[in-house]
């Protein structure tokens, strides 16, 4: 393919070319391209960096002239490789192109009755940690997800769920103005009020689909607002690590049962629970272990008897939060007692308990409390799932001590599973996000696309495995058993099969697939006739993982 004219970004051709090829392979990296490059056809004709709006707009009339499609890349980190395209496909990637200091700045408040939080204008080219960071450095803070390197512009289209599921909802319920460059070259300002029917296609239908979004602007949330010094209400937060036991994921995982059962449980409380196999670079997630290692290798290597080998062995990982929502939210007995039952497994004999923490400090600074600080859990390939369910009966069903067998088959050595053990390296999340009083529901008809919104539990099972066949068909008979196991008329989770678009796996046409991530047909075919007014001629269809335009 040709390189765009007067294009002023960095451009790599895709060529067979020795040495230029070494230079589009550099550039052709993202998190799915280690699973998927081969089987998905991630080898875009272009790749493209631009520097500003005007090589956005050249790209674009470049493709449209020509007939290619066109792909957007902010961070990279879609599993199935959404953000990237074919041979015959331009990728335009963001991540180096809006970041001057007019790209994440305060902006003015809008005027009552608009709104009254304070509004955050940044640029799809900002990471996660960096943005964190900005809010804490103007003691402001929104929920969003917990990977530091994930940037603003996928993690926004796709929901941009977090430790703060509960409390605060989604990123993308934050989400006030787009500002996009259309498949006319045109920037456009869309807002829920100037264009409201595509405001909620953007977010949650069919991301990158819709044209170039280049800018967010966010409301967020002041510190001030749900801290009280005087008032013993302050944030309150639980950060605990176990070298693995079944005995203690089995408890923990108990403890979201309960909570996911009880449809009353209040706003204030998050809770997520994260299981890990050895070599996980656990410092990244709890960086403060470095400040007491000597002790704590010691008490790995009393437990499991490491013998000097500083790789991190199989772990639990708990975080816990409490916030007041206003000066009446006392922390009561009946708060600390929640947190009373983190505390009664802080044991090292008993319990295998590492490391245990309790911040107490503003939003701004707990947000930075759950951020893990690498672009990905283990350096192979995988086999990614992301279960919903919105079931209230998962302690009489008994899900947790299933999930728990199902962990322990990989992560404790035995003659029938040693090959597991041996090649397979286990990233298991499970978060509660249900309740009627979790934002995560609340906010289901904010006007975003959003599916799924009466969900639970957020389950994410992630098994990454050794290169090569063997490792691959143990990971993909593994995920096989748990895919049976998880949904249907007999799972003790989740009777129906739901899916979220960051964590997408199995088939990528979403023409067939598309059960899996929206409710029914009608709200399908809703995005797809804003897909079609957006996108008239496909400049956006890159690949198979969109919504298909529905002429009207």
Request: glycine share 8%; charged share 25%; hydrophobic share 35%.
């Amino acid at each position: 393919m040709e390189t765009i004219q007067d294009f002023k970004g960095l451009q790599y051709p895709f060529t067979t070319d020795p040495i230029p090829r070494k230079q589009y392979d550099a550039n052709n990296v993202e998190y799915a391209t280690s699973s998927h490059q081969i089987d998905h056809d991630m080898f875009p004709g272009l790749i493209a960096i631009p520097q500003n709006d005007d090589d956005i707009q050249r790209a674009i009339k470049y493709a449209k002239d020509n007939g290619y499609p066109v792909s957007i890349m902010s961070g990279g980190h879609q599993y199935s490789g959404a953000c990237s395209t074919h041979g015959k496909g331009i990728q335009l990637k963001l991540k180096y192109t809006y970041r001057g200091p007019q790209d994440l700045v305060v902006l003015p408040e809008l005027p009552p009755p608009d709104n009254n939080r304070p509004l955050v204008y940044v640029s799809v080219s900002h990471s996660l940690g960096e943005f964190n960071q900005f809010l804490r450095d103007h003691q402001f803070f929104v929920p969003h997800g917990q990977c530091t390197d994930v940037r603003i512009g996928g993690h926004g289209q796709t929901g941009g769920y977090g430790q703060l599921g509960r409390s605060f909802g989604l990123l993308g319920d934050h989400i006030w103005g787009i500002r996009m460059i259309n498949h006319d070259g045109e920037i456009q300002e869309v807002t829920k009020k100037s264009n409201p029917d595509l405001f909620y296609a953007i977010l949650g239908g069919s991301p990158g689909n819709f044209g170039v979004i280049t800018h967010y602007t966010i409301e967020v949330h002041r510190d001030a607002d749900h801290d009280f010094p005087e008032a013993n209400a302050r944030p309150h937060g639980f950060k605990g690590i176990w070298l693995y036991s079944e005995k203690v994921v089995k408890s923990l995982l108990n403890e979201v049962a309960e909570m996911a059962d009880d449809p009353e449980f209040p706003r204030n409380f998050d809770l997520c629970v994260s299981v890990l196999s050895s070599s996980f670079p656990m410092f990244h997630l709890m960086p403060e272990l470095k400040e007491n290692l000597g002790e704590i290798l010691k008490r790995i290597a009393d437990a499991v008897g490491v013998n000097g080998d500083t790789k991190w062995p199989a772990s639990i990982v708990l975080y816990a939060q409490w916030v007041p929502m206003n000066a009446d939210d006392k922390y009561t007995d009946k708060v600390d007692a929640w947190f009373q039952r983190f505390r009664n497994l802080d044991h090292f004999l008993k319990y295998w308990c590492i490391h245990t923490a309790e911040p107490v400090e503003p939003m701004s600074k707990m947000t930075g409390e759950w951020l893990f600080t690498r672009p990905r859990e283990f350096d192979h390939p995988y086999e990614k799932r992301t279960y919903l369910t919105n079931s209230t009966t998962l302690v009489q069903d008994k899900w947790a001590d299933q999930v728990a067998d199902r962990i322990h088959q990989v992560l404790a050595p035995s003659l029938t599973n040693l090959a597991l053990w041996e090649n397979c390296f286990l990233s298991v999340q499970i978060q509660n996000f249900g309740g009627n009083h979790s934002q995560f529901y609340v906010n289901r008809d904010n006007g975003t696309a959003y599916s799924w919104r009466d969900s639970t539990i957020c389950q994410t099972m992630d098994c990454f495995y050794q290169e090569g066949e063997k490792g691959k068909k143990l990971a993909n008979d593994w995920q096989a058993v748990n895919d049976k196991l998880m949904n249907g008329e007999d799972s003790p989770f989740s009777k129906q099969d739901k899916r979220v678009l960051w964590g997408s796996y199995g088939d990528w046409d979403m023409d067939k697939s598309w059960p899996f991530y929206y409710e029914d047909q009608a709200k399908y075919e809703r995005i797809g006739k804003q897909r079609y007014l957006a996108d008239p001629q496909g400049t956006f269809t890159p690949n198979p993982f969109n919504v298909k335009a529905v002429k009207n």
